[in-house]
C-alpha cells in the first residue's frame, strides 16, 4: 500500500514538473511586450487609461500586460480633484495609481495647470492677484503632497503657448503674468522634490513658433535655476497634415539644455473609413516616432494617448475622424503596433 501511494506521489511530481516546464516554455516562447521591449533601451511604454474603462476586464488585462507605465486621462486634472474650493478629491487619480502599482507600472501625474477643464467656482469669478496665486499654490501644494513617491513626474504646465508662440491668454496668464509658470514649478518641487517636473504641449513636435518658444522659456528657467526636468510632445498627429520631420532634432536640442523630453499623449489620427493606404502610413508615423525617441538619448518614453480606437478621445472632438491608435475597437492589434515592435526591436 505504501508503495503504491510513494509511486502515485512519485507520478504526481513528476506530473507538475512536466507541466510547470511546459508553462515555463510557453512563457519563454511569447514575445516580448512593448514595455520589454522599450525597457532593453533604457524606455519606458505606456499608455493613458481613464477610470470608467476600468469595468472593461479584457481592456484592463492589456493595459496591465503590455505597457509599464500609465496616465491618468482626467482623474488628475484640476475638476476632478479640486471640484469646490479647498473640498479635494483623489478618488480617481487614486484608482488610477492603484492599479498601476497592483500591475508594476510608473505613473505620470496629469496635469496641474491647464487652462481647460476647471471646476465652475475658479472660472466663474474675478480674482486679484494675490488671490489667485494662493489658490493655485496651494491646489499644486496638495495635489503633488498627495502623489509623493506615486508618480514619477508631472504635466506641471499644460498647453502654455498659442501655435504662433505667444502666451495663451489663460486665466493664469491673464491674472499673473507670464511668471506663474515658474512659480507653479517651484512650487511643485517644494511639495516634492524628487518628482521630475514637465512643460506639456501640443504641436510642439517640429521646430517652429510654438516648440521655439518653449526652447526660449526653457532656457529662461533653467538660468534662472527654475526647477525644469523635461518637455513633454503630446504627438496628438493627423495624416493629412504631414508627418514632422524634424521631431528628432526638436528633441535633440531640448537635451542640450540638460532636459529630458517625453511623447506624453500619441495618437495618429485619419479621416475615417480606414483604408490598407492610411493605416499602412499610419504604421509608418508610428515607427517613425519611436525610432526618433529612440535616437535621442534623453527621450526618456513614449505614451500612447489610450491605446485602443475603442476609447479615442478623437472621434468626439474631430468629426469624421478617428481610428487614431495601435489596437482597433475589438483590441486587435493594427499594422501600427507591429510597426512600433519592429522599431523597438
Not at 142 to 169: C, I, L, P, Q, S
Not at 239 to 250: A, C, I, R, V
Request: charged share 25%; hydrophobic share 40%; aromatic share 12%.
Amino acid at each position: 500500500m505504501r508503495k503504491n501511494r510513494l509511486r502515485l506521489v512519485g507520478a504526481v511530481a513528476a506530473l507538475l514538473v512536466a507541466v510547470t516546464g511546459t508553462a515555463a516554455q510557453a512563457h519563454d516562447d511569447e514575445p516580448p511586450t512593448l514595455a520589454e521591449l522599450a525597457q532593453r533601451h533604457g524606455r519606458y511604454f505606456g499608455s493613458a487609461t481613464d477610470n470608467p474603462e476600468l469595468t472593461d476586464a479584457p481592456y484592463v488585462s492589456l493595459l496591465g500586460s503590455e505597457f509599464d507605465q500609465i496616465t491618468p486621462g482626467n482623474g488628475m486634472k484640476w475638476y476632478a480633484t479640486e471640484p469646490q474650493q479647498g473640498v479635494f478629491d483623489f478618488s480617481q487619480g487614486d484608482e488610477i495609481v492603484n492599479l498601476a502599482r497592483a500591475n508594476h507600472q510608473k505613473v505620470r501625474g496629469h496635469t496641474l495647470v491647464w487652462h481647460s477643464q476647471l471646476p465652475g467656482w475658479l472660472t466663474e469669478r474675478e480674482w486679484t492677484a494675490p488671490e489667485l496665486r494662493a489658490v493655485l499654490k496651494k491646489h499644486i501644494q496638495t495635489e503633488v503632497r498627495h502623489y509623493r513617491g506615486k508618480v514619477f513626474a508631472w504635466d506641471v504646465v499644460n498647453e502654455a503657448f498659442n501655435e504662433d508662440g505667444t502666451y495663451r491668454e489663460t486665466i493664469f496668464y491673464k491674472t499673473l503674468g507670464p511668471g506663474y509658470i515658474a512659480d507653479a514649478l517651484r512650487w511643485a518641487h517644494q511639495a516634492d522634490p524628487r518628482v521630475k517636473l514637465y512643460l506639456n504641449d501640443y504641436n510642439v513636435e517640429s521646430i517652429g513658433p510654438k516648440s521655439d518658444a518653449y526652447y526660449k522659456l526653457a532656457k529662461e528657467l533653467k538660468a534662472q535655476g527654475v526647477p525644469l526636468h523635461g518637455i513633454g510632445l503630446q504627438a496628438h498627429l493627423a495624416l493629412q497634415y504631414g508627418y514632422p520631420t524634424t521631431l528628432e532634432d526638436n528633441l535633440r536640442r531640448f537635451s542640450k539644455l540638460g532636459l529630458d523630453t517625453s511623447l506624453t499623449e500619441v495618437d495618429i489620427r485619419m479621416y475615417v473609413p480606414a483604408d490598407e493606404e492610411k493605416l499602412a502610413t499610419q504604421a509608418e508615423w508610428y515607427r517613425d516616432l519611436t525610432e526618433a525617441c529612440l535616437a535621442v538619448r534623453r527621450c526618456v518614453g513614449i505614451t500612447l494617448w489610450d491605446y485602443t480606437d475603442k476609447y479615442s478621445w478623437i472621434p468626439a472632438f474631430f468629426e469624421g475622424e478617428g481610428a487614431a491608435l495601435p489596437w482597433d475597437e475589438q483590441l486587435q492589434p493594427k499594422p501600427a503596433y507591429y510597426a512600433i515592435r519592429e522599431a523597438l526591436k
